[in-house]
């Protein structure tokens, strides 16, 4: 799978995560996301536009966890297909395997991709890559270790 | 009852939007400024690349000086025919000259509007552009976008703004703009993150941008942002652009603080709306609303003063200070006055020019000029003044002080005009030390001043009666314009004459004519039957005093709207500390008995000379010499009644003593005519109209400074200080 495959279904299945994390978020996803799929790299967590001249005042800004969610999603979603690869054979159904991981309510898949449980050592290994992920884009430890735990719940949620 | 600065009532605050706020004040003022600014501008251009040469060239035209040294005498020249000829080809290329300027200034000004309104036009969509906005969709925040709905209606919007936001901008802020038929909200992402976390900030930040919207300043704003642009770019641009280094170097200090002038009236516009947001905003939001706390929140660069001056924003302070008592919108200073005098000063000047090019007399010219300006600062500085008093009246701000703000404005004008490019190429009063007639503009300064100091004591003791006066918002709105449109003629009284006399005597003086002071006694006389005279004297003490008309509130509550909160106690009760009732029944019977004396007087003079005088009747001489008497005994009588009534009345004694002057001097002038039909003579209309207007003008003139004088006697005596407002008594 490509880079960009993963940040498609991070983009597909980072609602749930970023409900879980910071649901006041919300209105801000469906944007978030379109523009992340357009310029992965290009949404910093924190921006003040330098025209505010005529506006209300600048507070201090705010730290958006949405935009650090989605690349991390995407990491994860890479470690968790090479997870997979031991469990499915036909590797097309890895991306529609990964989005049943986080949402195993919702209809299967025309393909069949099989259900996968996670195991406890790799759900941990998972919140520690999200961790360190979040942390190196400079997301605070307080907001990282939140993200972690949101995504890890959200598979744990689904399981 | 107590008034709003006791302790009962200090949670009280008093509504600053129930008079015309100072954004639109302070948006007029940068209007002027940058009419008088390009205007200036735009004169010289005009002056540097044609109006020289062509002068030179029509200089050529008129007769040369050995021609008119050669002329023996006005009695002596058999033919002025070629003289004449030459004279008239002089002036005719003088105007087309000065026509050609006035196409300049024109084409300069047109120039301003145009680009302003370019970019006003285009501004909205560079917002949307330069800020990443878009709109805000059911799609993406649905429970946001109807609490946005719900809060229009809340704020009584005639109708939906259209919300725009970036979500990508992860500050909390809040931004009103568009075109006025479309009004903007534009919303940051940090903000509508803050309607889940914290619903009270979010209210608070978007009832102010709706505030904004409601108080109409998103217009003035966005033109007082494209007017300065454009002043830049269109006038302020070809000036350093077209100009030789000979005359910029020259001009450059004017241009500069003129630019200047002209930034700052621009930020202060900017800064002041401000404030009016918060307010109208924090009626909304409630006792418990976040206003307050969002406000105490904002970051507090520290900053120098200089830097302070020019910045957009007011502080957290200046906002939160607004918040608690409001005292700070309802401030009148020595400098914004100042600066009122000094916009007019700047433009007038230039104004002038342009209409002396356009329409044709002096008098015309004088009249158009002083009556704009009047009205300018009749607007500007009368409402800040109705602000002030109402804020005294309400025990929250001081009293203003119409002596200090009189001199402001007199100097303003002043330095104004010493700004303007009109003061350039004149020898005016601070470069008059060569000039002949300086003494005579020091004199004209001093009355500039006399008549500043009493249009701002007249419009504060106006607001103080009539603000006590008014039950509703309707009402106040009518005294206040009624109160302004007085003051504009006053003021046009008092700036065209000035003008006038200036003008006469620039001419006289700077030519070396004689007969300069029997000119000047003349043109007094002239000025004394002048029906406008009449008048404006007239709405002088009765505008005020017609407040004794209305009838008493049945309410003591009924000022309601005066004030902020809805539940206003009925403690609050503007200037509650007065009591004294005004007596113009007291005025009136001075004033009969002051006529009827003058009536004894009049009737024994005129026996006396009717029987004394020869058989073929009186000489014209004497007959004028009669007549003249008799307006001095009018006059004089009328100034011991208006000094007696101000001796005697308590409150606005001066106002009461021109009543008493005024009925006296209508008494005496029906006597005087009584007398000379009892005795023979007739009555023609314009006779008696003239002698009318004569007796009452001279009449209040003479009364103005007696009663003053009485009331300044008055005033020393300890126990005569105690009952009244300072203001009131001293009106």
Redesign the interface.
């Known amino acids: 799978m490509s880079v960009s495959e993963f940040d498609q279904i991070a983009a597909e299945v980072g609602r749930d995560v970023v409900a879980r994390a910071?649901?006041?978020?919300l209105?801000?996803y469906?944007?978030?996301s379109i523009?992340y799929l357009q310029s992965p790299s290009a949404?910093?967590?924190?921006?003040?536009?330098k025209?505010?001249?005529?506006?209300?005042?600048?507070?201090?800004?705010?730290?958006?966890l949405t935009p650090v969610a989605l690349p991390v999603l995407s990491a994860v979603l890479k470690f968790l297909a090479d997870e997979l690869k031991s469990y499915i054979r036909d590797q097309h159904l890895v991306g529609d395997a990964l989005k049943r991981l986080f949402n195993r309510n919702g209809p299967p898949a025309p393909g069949g991709a099989p259900n996968v449980a996670l195991s406890r050592e790799q759900l941990e290994k998972i919140r520690k890559l999200a961790f360190e992920n979040a942390c190196a884009l400079k997301l605070k430890s307080d907001q990282a270790s939140l993200l972690a735990d949101s995504i890890v719940g959200t598979l744990v949620a689904s399981a | 009852m107590s008034p709003l600065g006791t302790s009962e009532a200090k949670s009280i605050r008093l509504n600053p939007l129930c008079l015309p706020s100072d954004t639109g004040c302070r948006f007029v003022l940068l209007i002027v400024l940058v009419l008088g600014s390009s205007l200036f501008i735009y004169n010289g251009l005009a002056l540097h690349k044609l109006s020289v040469p062509a002068y030179q060239r029509c200089m050529a035209l008129g007769p040369s000086a050995s021609e008119l040294s050669n002329v023996p005498g006005i009695t002596e020249l058999r033919d002025p025919s070629a003289l004449v000829a030459k004279s008239q080809a002089f002036s005719n290329c003088v105007r087309r000259v000065q026509l050609n300027s006035a196409i300049w200034m024109l084409a300069g000004l047109a120039g301003v509007l145009t680009a302003t309104l370019s970019l006003m036009w285009f501004i909205p969509a560079w917002k949307k552009r330069r800020g990443r906005l878009v709109s805000l969709s059911k799609e993406d925040a649905p429970a946001v976008l109807a609490c946005l709905e719900t809060m229009s209606k809340e704020a009584g919007l005639p109708r939906l703004p259209r919300f725009l936001w970036n979500p990508f901008n992860s500050a909390s802020t809040g931004l009103a703009f568009g075109s006025p038929g479309e009004p903007c909200v534009a919303l940051s992402g940090g903000l509508v993150t803050q309607y889940y976390t914290d619903p009270a900030a979010f209210r608070a930040v978007v009832f102010h941008e709706l505030a904004h919207i409601r108080n109409g300043d998103v217009s003035k704003t966005y033109f007082a942002v494209a007017t300065w642009y454009a002043f830049l770019a269109v006038a302020l641009a070809p000036f350093f652009a077209a100009m030789s280094w000979d005359f910029v170097s020259v001009q450059l200090w004017r241009v500069l603080a003129l630019t200047l002038l002209v930034y700052w009236s621009r930020t202060a516009v900017l800064r002041v709306r401000e404030m009016y947001a918060d307010v109208r905003a924090s009626v909304w939001d409630t006792p418990r609303g976040a206003l307050r706390r969002v406000i105490h929140a904002l970051p507090r660069p520290k900053e120098g003063a200089w830097r302070k001056c020019l910045r957009v924003h007011p502080t957290a302070e200046e906002r939160s200070s607004a918040l608690e008592d409001g005292a700070g919108l309802f401030r009148i200073s020595f400098w914004e006055t100042l600066l009122a005098g000094l916009a007019a000063g700047i433009a007038l000047p230039n104004f002038s020019l342009l209409l002396q090019i356009l329409v044709p007399g002096a008098m015309l010219v004088g009249l158009l000029a002083s009556l704009t300006f009047a009205a300018l600062l009749a607007g500007i500085v009368g409402t800040r003044i109705w602000r002030a008093t109402l804020a005294d009246l309400a025990a929250i701000g001081p009293a203003p002080k119409a002596a200090r703000l009189g001199l402001a404005l007199a100097l303003g004008l002043l330095l104004g005009y010493e700004f303007s490019l009109y003061s350039a190429f004149d020898s005016g009063l601070t470069t008059g030390m060569r000039n002949p007639a300086i003494f005579w503009n020091c004199v004209l300064f001093v009355m500039l001043l006399a008549g500043s100091v009493l249009f701002m004591r007249w419009e504060t003791i106006s607001a103080s009666t009539w603000l006590q006066a008014s039950l509703t918002p309707q009402s106040l709105r009518g005294s206040f314009l009624g109160a302004q449109i007085v003051g504009t003629a006053f003021l046009t009284l008092v700036l065209g004459s000035l003008f006038v006399f200036w003008q006469v005597g620039d001419t006289y003086l700077g030519s070396g004519l004689p007969g300069f002071s029997s000119l000047v006694v003349f043109g007094l006389l002239v000025a004394l039957n002048q029906p406008a005279f009449t008048l404006v004297l007239f709405a002088l003490w009765a505008f005020p005093l017609a407040t004794c008309l209305r009838r008493a509130p049945a309410d003591a509550n009924v000022s309601r709207f005066l004030f902020l909160e809805g539940e206003t106690p009925t403690s609050a009760v503007l200037g509650s500390g007065s009591g004294v009732p005004l007596q113009p029944k007291v005025a009136l019977r001075i004033g009969l008995t002051g006529g009827v004396v003058f009536c004894i007087l009049h009737v024994m003079i005129r026996l006396v000379l009717h029987y004394s005088s020869p058989p073929g009747g009186q000489s014209d001489q004497s007959k004028m010499l009669l007549y003249y008497s008799q307006v001095l005994l009018a006059a004089l009588i009328q100034a011991i009644l208006a000094a007696v009534t101000a001796g005697r009345v308590r409150r606005l004694p001066l106002l009461h003593g021109l009543l008493a002057a005024f009925v006296g001097g209508c008494t005496m002038t029906g006597a005087f005519f009584a007398v000379n039909v009892a005795l023979g003579g007739g009555v023609a209309l314009k006779f008696a109209s003239d002698t009318f207007q004569t007796m009452v003008n001279s009449g209040a003139l003479a009364a103005i400074p007696l009663a003053s004088l009485v009331f300044a006697f008055r005033r020393r005596i300890p126990h005569e200080r105690a009952f009244d407002r300072p203001h009131e008594a001293a009106a």
């Not at chain 1, 949404?43 to 536009?49: G, T």
């Not at chain 1, 001249?53 to 201090?60: C, N, S």
């Open positions: 910071a649901p006041q978020e209105p801000l469906r944007s978030m523009a949404i910093p967590s924190k921006s003040v536009s025209d505010e001249m005529l506006g209300f005042g600048v507070a201090e800004a705010i730290t958006y």
